[in-house]
């Protein structure tokens, strides 16, 4: 398989870095894709970004000014798609259909 960089035989690994704590147990992060690790490694906790040095940020979750999550996913990542879409979310169970739709 070729690497989704065009660099190697075998891509390398997206690795989601807590960046800060949030409330609720939830956490900023940073996706960054980097082959400093093997894959299935299990890192951390309280590894920094200092450890994926040349890694490319892929996206980030953090809350904005309402305190919603955002993801921004980086702009080389969604050639060619519009400043706003829609992503559809199926949280069914056997016994209750639910979906979300999510901007």
Do not use: C, K, Y
């Not at 082959?35 to 953090?62: C, K, M, N, S, Y």
């Amino acid at each position: 398989m070729r690497g989704i960089l065009g660099s190697s035989e075998q891509s390398p690994g997206v690795w989601a870095l807590r960046t800060a704590a949030l409330p609720g147990g939830r956490f900023e992060l940073v996706a960054l894709i980097s082959g400093h690790h093997p894959d299935g490694a299990v890192v951390g906790p309280g590894l920094d970004r200092a450890g994926f040095q040349g890694a490319i940020e892929l996206l980030t979750v953090r809350l904005d000014g309402f305190r919603r999550p955002m993801v921004e996913i980086a702009p080389w990542a969604t050639p060619n798609v519009p400043g706003l879409w829609f992503v559809e979310a199926d949280a069914s169970t056997p016994d209750r259909s639910m979906h979300s739709l999510v901007a």
